[in-house]
């Protein structure tokens, strides 16, 4: 696997959000190379193009443009087969799952890197009014705080255990990444562990072929 490694490290800084995000997508697409082929490959890039560049239009006022990508987006989907279409889900179904993991990892690496974090209202008053808020401002804003109960059923867990255990291995593998002491062999190795894994996530079937019982239900909540 060391002609995949080598290709997806390329470039790659492995510092940021942004690093993390490209590494997962890279080793997305190798698996989706290998698993679904070039040609699926290609369609499901062309998607993600039409798709990004639809929204980011939109975002940036340009309505009839956004609009004109979205109809082609339309028009190209829909003459999607049926499994072609089920096999796209999944592509993006993961792709997200692995932003989702890339993102959480960040947002954890980010608190670590905070000096000093609020574990107080005190604490937040206080930087608040240091900041240039007004002690009456503040108070206004508080008094006008409203707090809710809301009552939910718990949902049945829609990520089976196997694929949640994978989750957690490719967090645990960003988070050894972000260690200076790795060379060259510990980060092919790495490398090598979060291919094996997003390769293992894309040939589990993702759905449950039984209803869970109680106590499965149970047992996904531990």
Same mark, same amino acid.
């Given at each position: ?35 679904? !082929? &070039?040609?699926?490959? +290609?369609?499901?890039?062309? /998607? ?8 980011? =239009?939109? *975002? ?70 240091? !900041? &240039?808020?007004?002690? +009456?401002?503040?108070?206004? /804003? ?8 809301? =009552?939910? *059923? ?69």
């Amino acid at each position: 696997m060391t002609d995949v490694t080598d290709d997806i490290a390329e470039g790659i800084s492995f510092q940021s959000f942004e690093d993390d995000c490209k590494l997962l997508g890279n080793m997305l697409n190798d698996v989706l190379q290998r698993e679904v !082929g &070039g040609r699926f490959t +290609e369609k499901v890039e062309r /998607t993600k193009i039409l798709a990004q560049s639809a929204c980011n =239009l939109r *975002a940036s006022g340009m309505e009839a443009t956004a609009e004109l990508l979205e109809k082609q987006l339309a028009s190209e989907l829909s003459k999607t087969t049926l499994e072609d279409a089920l096999t796209l889900a999944r592509v993006f179904s993961h792709y997200l799952s692995l932003m989702g993991i890339a993102e959480t990892h960040h947002r954890v690496r980010k608190a670590r890197n905070v000096a000093h974090l609020s574990k107080s209202c005190d604490d937040t008053f206080n930087q608040l009014v240091q !900041g &240039g808020v007004s002690p +009456e401002e503040l108070y206004n /804003t508080v008094c006008k705080q409203e707090v809710e109960i809301v =009552l939910t *059923a718990h949902p049945t867990q829609i990520n089976r255990r196997t694929l949640q255990y994978k989750h957690i291995r490719i967090a645990h593998l960003l988070e050894y990444n972000d260690r200076a002491d790795l060379g060259p062999e510990d980060r092919d190795m790495l490398i090598e562990d979060l291919v094996r894994e997003i390769t293992s996530i894309w040939q589990t079937d993702e759905l449950r072929r039984h209803k869970p019982t109680p106590v499965d239900e149970a047992r996904a909540g531990i």
